[in-house]
């Protein structure tokens, strides 16, 4: 969770400074909110592969367990 806050308030640091030095034209707006989007997408995906086995991505955990059956035998 530290690294978290600390990595999306690097993010908030570096868009607003985007944003200041930027001129106000539809062209920068899009491109800022494109790119906001693509890093909390990333974002996003790294909270999920925390916990694969829940979540909305999910992966399933059958080849565990068959592996895990096979190592018992």
Known sequence: MPLLVILISW?????????LYAPPNPTVIATILIGALAVSAAILI???MYSPF???M???????REAIAQLNH
């Not at 993010?11 to 944003?19: D, E, K, L, M, R």
């Open 11 to 19: 993010i908030v640091a570096i868009f607003v400074s985007f944003g």
């Open 46 to 48: 790294i909270i999920e």
């Open 54 to 56: 829940s979540g909305m």
């Open 58 to 64: 999910r992966i399933s955990s059958d080849p565990i």
